[in-house]
């Protein structure tokens, strides 16, 4: 917005001494708010004739002409346009909110993975190096989980967990050729459930418990051939693993315990949910490696008994 206020001084007639005194006192009066000239003023203009001399002490004539003297001030204002009203900067998509996959070269951290289990309220054992890489570090940049792998540990002792310590000590001695022709690997899974639904979280990183097998679609994604282990969280169910059948208590050495099944159930719901993908991701250590290695875990279709669990608990 542009505001403009002109003012017309009379008409003066006097001797030119008189008029450069106007003059001057009129520059003083329209040279404010900052401005080094006043306002309307010539940029350039010549030396009046009476200072022609240079000495200072010019002198002016005994009778000069008049002078006819017109000033018009104009006085501009001049308002910034508003600016234009800006959306709020877009807000970044925390992990929880953009899926993890390969494709976009995000993996869950350790912290995200323990958060996620302590979040479902089952009874949690969090094993001493829970957080660190125990694979070999050709392996540790590959580690983008997509979904999970169940097992059964095939132990017949009795008790919560035997295969506890057997677990922690784990280390690989299986040779993956098609994947880096090198053998290796300590910490035998992700997540280890007691008989008693007791999860004993022994890491949280890419772990040696798939071995070879596949490749294998598991929902929309594709394992690639001998790499589970970079694609899944491995969890062991502590279970003879030779029945399907599920019991109440703890007090069993084959079969799987209600409170075990709810814990497992909950568990891959957890870290389905962290990578973002559905109950169509749950697996079997069978149905990955059954051909290349043998593996009958899970015995029968046990693992439709797990996945019907496990879409009940992501709802």
């Not at 030119?16 to 329209?30: D, E, F, K, N, Q």
């Not at 299986?174 to 690997?185: E, F, K, Q, R, S």
């Not at 008693?196 to 890491?203: A, E, I, K, S, W």
Request: hydrophobic share 40%; glycine share 12%.
């Amino acid at each position: 917005m542009r505001l403009t206020a002109t003012s017309v001084a009379p008409t003066l007639r006097a001797s030119a001494p008189v008029v450069a005194v106007i003059a001057g006192l009129l520059a003083l009066s329209l040279g404010g708010c900052g401005s080094s000239s006043p306002v309307g003023a010539p940029q350039s203009a010549a030396p009046s004739p009476m200072f022609a001399g240079g000495s200072g002490n010019a002198t002016a004539p005994a009778s000069a002409p008049s002078v006819t003297v017109t000033v018009t001030t104009t006085v501009t204002a001049t308002t910034p346009a508003e600016s234009p009203l800006r959306p709020p900067a877009p807000v970044s998509p925390t992990v929880a909110q953009s899926p993890l996959t390969p494709a976009t070269g995000q993996a869950p951290t350790p912290q995200q993975v323990l958060q996620a289990v302590q979040r479902t309220g089952v009874p949690l054992v969090v094993e001493d190096g829970w957080d660190q890489e125990w694979d070999l570090p050709s392996r540790q940049s590959d580690w983008f989980p997509i979904g999970v792998m169940l097992h059964h540990t095939a132990a017949n002792q009795p008790g919560i967990a035997p295969s506890r310590q057997f677990l922690l000590d784990y280390q690989s001695t299986m040779v993956l050729t098609d994947y880096d022709g090198l053998a290796g690997g300590g910490r035998g899974c992700n997540v280890l459930i007691g008989r008693d639904g007791t999860v004993y979280l022994m890491r949280a990183t890419r772990g040696p418990h798939a071995g070879i097998g596949g490749p294998m679609m598991l929902g929309a994604d594709e394992l690639p051939s001998d790499n589970a282990n970079g694609r899944l969280f491995g969890i062991e169910i502590e279970s003879a693993g030779t029945s399907a059948e599920v019991v109440p208590g703890s007090d069993f050495v084959d079969g799987f315990g209600e409170a075990q099944v709810e814990s497992t159930a909950k568990v891959s719901a957890a870290l389905l949910a962290l990578v973002g993908r559905g109950p169509e991701n749950l697996t079997d250590h069978k149905a990955w490696a059954g051909v290349k290695q043998g593996k009958p875990d899970l015995v029968g279709d046990s693992l439709e008994t797990f996945r019907a669990r496990t879409q009940a608990v992501m709802g």
